[in-house]
């Protein structure tokens, strides 16, 4: 199969270049480089030692979009690209709407115009809103604490029309939990713009000495220890994920819908206690009122990825911690470095 991934150059989708590599899928990727970096893809393919098409295109670009699928065949796609940020959604929620939702409808209506009607749609756990109980299951209610949330699940209703208006389309919606991890060569990792959004880039951050301190956003949730609790997976299963998806639509039509997530929630401290160990250093952090848009606890219940994809993550938290700072200490700038 011949796979286009959008988004392919950011954290998830170059883990996943990789996975789709050596099971020996072919990729083209397409990515506006907005908030990745094209050495990622060059380290993908030193890694699996294997070549692919690169399109430095963005999905708000219609005609340069169809040009892409009018020089290939593909037989399906993997759909990252977007922004990604709870906090920045917060503050900018038009571009978020506009990015997201606008660039997948062009992406959909060239797809249907090339008669490519197989699609992995990158969704998030944040489409369960703030859950009345845990573990989440897939059929739980939908609603959303903020934009990046919102536009994901808008996302979600659309390609399920879809298929209701055209039974050849075969859909998977993954919704993930929160990854985290690198690659074990520490040749690719998470590698943020700026100051980070995600908890375990900023704490390794702060263990390399980029930055001073981890801002912990709230001591008073109804959490073992006040911190939030989320539910992380490893980058590496995650991609594995996405494999497993490809194959259950290769036959199938319809829409299908995961949890990708390990069932295991993690509080804010016990991130920083597990990194400190796999870093050999304390890591220095401070307690700050909570942020817009967080929640106090969110895990999967990943029982149905596990009974109809065969997919079960494999890294514990040692092993996220692990890699991370394997990536980190070899890339204390990331890609620039």
Request: a negative charge; charged letters at 25%.
């Amino acid at each position: 199969m011949n796979i286009l991934v959008t988004g392919g150059a950011g954290y998830i989708g170059s883990h996943t270049c990789v996975q789709l590599l050596d099971a020996g899928y072919d990729i083209a990727v397409l990515d506006n480089l907005d908030n990745s970096c094209e050495e990622s893809l060059n380290r993908v393919k030193q890694i699996t030692g294997k070549d692919f098409k690169f399109y430095e295109v963005d999905l708000l670009d219609y005609e340069a979009t169809d040009k892409v699928f009018a020089e290939n065949k593909f037989d399906a796609v993997i759909h990252f690209a977007g922004l990604k940020a709870v906090g920045e959604s917060c503050r900018i929620p038009l571009r978020y709407y506009h990015n997201n939702i606008t660039g997948t409808l062009n992406l959909l209506d060239i797809m249907n115009k090339h008669n490519v009607k197989k699609i992995v749609f990158s969704s998030s756990a944040t489409v369960y809103g703030d859950p009345h109980t845990v573990p989440i299951k897939e059929d739980f209610p939908l609603s959303c604490t903020n934009p990046y949330g919102q536009t994901k699940l808008d996302i979600e209703y659309i390609l399920k029309d879809l298929s209701k208006s055209d039974p050849e389309w075969g859909v998977i919606l993954l919704r993930y939990f929160n990854p985290v991890g690198a690659h074990e060569s520490g040749m690719i990792g998470e590698d943020p713009n700026g100051i980070p959004n995600n908890l375990i880039p900023y704490i390794s951050q702060v263990a390399i000495g980029k930055l001073e301190c981890l801002s912990v956003f709230g001591d008073d949730y109804d959490t073992k220890d006040g911190t939030g609790v989320r539910d992380y997976i490893h980058v590496v299963d995650l991609a594995d994920g996405h494999i497993k998806a490809l194959e259950k639509i290769k036959d199938n039509t319809g829409v299908f819908i995961y949890n990708l997530g390990t069932g295991v929630g993690y509080s804010v401290l016990d991130m920083v206690k597990a990194f400190s160990k796999a870093c050999g250093k304390d890591v220095k952090y401070k307690i700050v009122d909570r942020r817009p848009g967080d929640i106090a606890s969110c895990y999967a219940d990943p029982a149905k990825a596990k009974a109809e994809l065969g997919f079960e993550a494999t890294h514990n938290l040692d092993d996220m911690c692990r890699d991370t700072w394997n990536w980190q200490s070899k890339n204390p700038n990331g890609y620039k470095g």
